[in-house]
Structure formats: structure tokens, C-alpha cells
């Protein structure tokens, strides 16, 4: 009886130690920290310049109204005590004395700088946090907010996390974004030029409407030559309450099959350079508010298929950069 040959033993990718051939968060922080860690997502209580009519209401097609912080506890709680009770639950799933809070909900560079050096310092004095995670957008950095973070990041590991969903400007527009690609680039070079401590993590969407496999793998590639520290996939999810959902209930969006979901994140993965981190490759929203597509509830199944699928394929990332 011949052993049946395992992804680990015949992995080629160099940035690995278990069966993936893309560079996974949990990798770069167990490599990094030395251990597990885990994100503590974080509510301070921010909108977004594409919902309070800076540059438009409403904000983005697919967000909740929480603003990707459905996880998170309420932004009414002390951001400390939203802290230890985030960790508390955590602990039920991880053993770890590391942890990264997470500023997730909304845009979290939009405020005067006083409020968010104070908002910022409090988190910084957080027990056993070992590093820093700001979620905002491109077109929230005015050079006074850029020069803070730069101050944090001499504190502490800093990453900056921008959405950008796709590099397509007519998609922006459809999603209600509120930005260009264009702005987003100029952010995304200030930050670099500011401080070589700050890292910068870019999000990216696929199955946004009217968008086929050939844009999102130009996005990837778009995004993967600006070499960003950190790339997060995510699918789209249709979440009730949002225009999203309008546009699912009246057939006007149909959501990627997982199949075509696996497919492209491996092309992705392909034409991203192998030292960039890929903070996610799926992502699974509030069980509650789920309309479609039902396939990503079960998160380890996709993230199994695209491991099986690379594996089939002989494939890793970066092996076409």
C-alpha cells in the first residue's frame, strides 16, 4: 500500500510551514511575535465621509450600519472595556497572551487629530497588545493625520488597513465608494513617504457587481505591484438592510458560486509578489444578517477548496510575478 502524498510534503512555497502556498497572517504574526495572536476588534465610534455627505450618503452598497464592525462590541462601551470583553471571548477559541487591537468599524482616521491622538494613546496603553491595526480610507489621510501616524507607528507595529475593493473607478462609483483610484493611490504614497514603520494593508473585494474574473485579477495584479505589506480578499457578501440586498431581492445581483470564488482567488494569489502577506482570503458575515451567498458561512470549506485547488494546479503565490 502506497502513502497517499500530502500538500505539506511537496509544498514549493518558501513563506509556509503547513500546506498553504500563499503567505498567511497567521504565519507572519507566529513568525513576527513569536506565537499566535489574535485581533480584538474595536468600535470608537466613527462614520464615513460616504455616509455623514461629505462625499455622499448612505455609504458603501454592501455595509451594514455598522460598517464592517458587526463583530465588534458596542461603540457605546469604554474602548478599554470593549477590549477585555473582546478578549474574554476570544480565549473560548485561542490560546494566546498576544493580542492586536483593531480599530474595524467605519473609518478611523476621520476626526480631528486631537480626537484621535486621544483615542489612539488609549489604545496604545492596552495590556499585552503587541501591535496596532487602524481600518480607514485613502481619502482620509490629510498630511496632519498622516504625521500622527507616523508618531504611533515609532510605538508600536502599526498597520493601516485602506479599502479599496477594486482599482476601477466606474465600479467605485456603483458602490458608492466616494473615491478614486487615483486618491486612493496618492494615500497610499503618502503614507509610504511618511514613515517606513507604517504598514499598509489594502482590502479587496471580488464578486462586486458587474465585475468579471478578468478585473478582479487586475486589481490583484494592480495592487500586487504597489507591494503593499499586507493584501486581505474578501467575497461579497449580501448582508440584510442594504442596497445590496434591494439589488439581490429584484435580480439584479447574483452572487459568485464557490467554485468561481476558489478559481480566482488562485489566479490572484499568482500575480502577487510571495513576501506580501495575505490577511485574508475569504471573509463570513453576521449569520443573522446573511442573504447570500449561503456557501461562504462555511468558511474553512473555502478556504479548503482554494488549498486543494492550488494544490491540484501545482500552483503558489507569486508564481507568475
Known amino acids: ?3 497517499k502524498t500530502k500538500q505539506k510534503d ?3 512555497f518558501k513563506n509556509t510551514d503547513s500546506n498553504k502556498r500563499y503567505y498567511t497572517y497567521d504565519y507572519f504574526l507566529r513568525k513576527t511575535f513569536g506565537e499566535k495572536c489574535a485581533k480584538i476588534t474595536l468600535d470608537a465610534g466613527f462614520t464615513c465621509p460616504n455616509i455623514d455627505g461629505r462625499c ?3 455609504g458603501c452598497i454592501y455595509c451594514s450600519s455598522r460598517g464592517s464592525g458587526d463583530f465588534s462590541q458596542s461603540a457605546q462601551m469604554p474602548l478599554a472595556e470593549q477590549y477585555e470583553r473582546q478578549i474574554s471571548v476570544m480565549k473560548t477559541k485561542w490560546q494566546t497572551n498576544k493580542f492586536i487591537p483593531y480599530l474595524q468599524a467605519h473609518t478611523n482616521t476621520y476626526a480631528n487629530t486631537d480626537k484621535l491622538r486621544d483615542i489612539y494613546r488609549q489604545i496604545l496603553n492596552f495590556p499585552n497588545a503587541v501591535g496596532f491595526n487602524i481600518a480607514t480610507r485613502a481619502d482620509c489621510l490629510p498630511n496632519e493625520t498622516v504625521e500622527l501616524l507616523a508618531e504611533i507607528a515609532e510605538k508600536t507595529y502599526l498597520t493601516v488597513e485602506l479599502g479599496l475593493q ?5 465600479t467605485a462609483r456603483l458602490i458608492n465608494r466616494g473615491h478614486t483610484f487615483e486618491e486612493f493611490s496618492d494615500g497610499f504614497c503618502r503614507l509610504r513617504q511618511a514613515s517606513d514603520k507604517i504598514k499598509i ?3 479587496l473585494i471580488n464578486g462586486l457587481p458587474y465585475e468579471d474574473s478578468e478585473r478582479m ?7 500586487g505591484e504597489m507591494r503593499p505589506d499586507q493584501i486581505k480578499f474578501h467575497m461579497l457578501h449580501v448582508l440584510k438592510g442594504t442596497v445590496l440586498a434591494q439589488m439581490y431581492e429584484n435580480g439584479e445581483y447574483t ?3 464557490m467554485e468561481e470564488y476558489a478559481e480566482i482567488i488562485c489566479r490572484q494569489l499568482e500575480v502577487i509578489p510571495d513576501d506580501i502577506v495575505i490577511g485574508r482570503i475569504t471573509g463570513d458575515g453576521k449569520s443573522d444578517d446573511l442573504l447570500a451567498p449561503e456557501w461562504s458561512k462555511k468558511k474553512f470549506v473555502v478556504i479548503n477548496t482554494i488549498d486543494k485547488l ?3 494546479r501545482n500552483t503558489w503565490q507569486g508564481r507568475l510575478v
Not at 477594486?166 to 466606474?170: G, L, V
Open 166 to 170: 477594486s482599482i476601477f473607478d466606474d
Open 201 to 203: 494593508c489594502v482590502h
Open 10 to 12: 511537496t509544498n514549493p
Open 1 to 3: 500500500m502506497t502513502n
Open 255 to 257: 452572487p459568485m458560486e
Open 217 to 223: 485579477l487586475e486589481s490583484a495584479r494592480v495592487i
Open 310 to 312: 492550488m494544490f491540484s
Open 56 to 58: 455622499g450618503y448612505g
